[in-house]
Antibody, heavy 121, light 108 residues
Framework: QLQLQESGPGLVKPSETLSLTCTVS??????????WGWIRQPPGKGLEWIGS???????YYNPSLKSRVTISVDTSKNQFSLKLSSVTAADTAVYYC?????????????WGQGTMVTVSS | SYELTQPPSVSVSPGQTARITCSGD??????AYWYQQKPGQAPVLVIY???ERPSGIPERFSGSSSGTTVTLTISGVQAEDEADYYC???????????FGGGTKLTVL
């Protein structure tokens, strides 16, 4: 059974770079059938899509975050990663990694449990 | 930027039918998806491709589409259905994904 697990620092200082990794187990991230994505949710607020990546490295990002976001993939480790630069308190959120249902259908069918990241000095 | 609009809240009594709408200009061109999220948990996909139900999702969950509005219908609402519900779709050219603001379903 495919599982996703986020990992990374729970506290990041303002102006620094937030870095998270999603480890995929029970399946290969190199499957040609799927994109993999990052979604976040500020406390008490709704979901926001950050961006997604294909195993080949092809990416697409939320236009509102594009200038600060980099998503990469490491197929040898079955992981994909998120970097968000120049963070502020507004970036405080639960960050989820998830799998798209297929290359064509961009619903997220499998989610990690989420990891809380707080931006504070 | 593209937006999907949902009502902030919907309330129904147990056994009744709940309808949650999601409006967006690109919905005639792009599929919509629906998620259920309970407190402290990750979202769960309940509808994909406007009206398809993933395996394991109860039959009381259904989806429909009409023009620029998609609707999640929960028939015979149960107490366990109380949750936040989010729609998701893409802009007209499929360049990026968008979530609606979410609807809190309260079972009275």
């Amino acid at each position: 059974q495919l599982q996703l697990q986020e990992s990374g620092p729970g506290l990041v200082k303002p102006s620094e770079t937030l870095s998270l990794t999603c480890t995929v187990s029970g399946g290969s991230i190199s499957s040609s059938s799927y994109y993999w994505g990052w979604i976040r949710q500020p406390p008490g607020k709704g979901l926001e899509w950050i961006g997604s990546i294909y195993y080949s490295g092809s990416t697409y990002y939320n236009p509102s975050l594009k200038s600060r976001v980099t998503i990469s993939v490491d197929t040898s480790k079955n992981q994909f990663s998120l970097k968000l630069s120049s963070v502020t308190a507004a970036d405080t959120a639960v960050y989820y990694c998830a799998r798209h249902l297929s290359r064509e259908l961009k619903a997220f069918d499998i989610w990690g449990q989420g990891t809380m990241v707080t931006v504070s000095s | 930027s593209y937006e999907l609009t949902q009502p902030p809240s919907v309330s129904v009594s147990p056994g009744q039918t709940a309808r949650i709408t999601c409006s967006g200009d690109a919905l005639p061109k792009q599929y919509a998806y629906w998620y259920q999220q309970k407190p402290g948990q990750a979202p769960v996909l309940v509808i994909y491709k406007d009206s398809e139900r993933p395996s394991g999702i109860p039959e009381r969950f259904s989806g429909s589409s009409s023009g620029t509005t998609v609707t999640l219908t929960i028939s015979g609402v149960q107490a366990e259905d109380e949750a936040d519900y989010y729609c998701q779709s893409a802009d007209s050219s499929g360049t990026y994904e968008v979530f609606g603001g979410g609807t809190k379903l309260t079972v009275l």
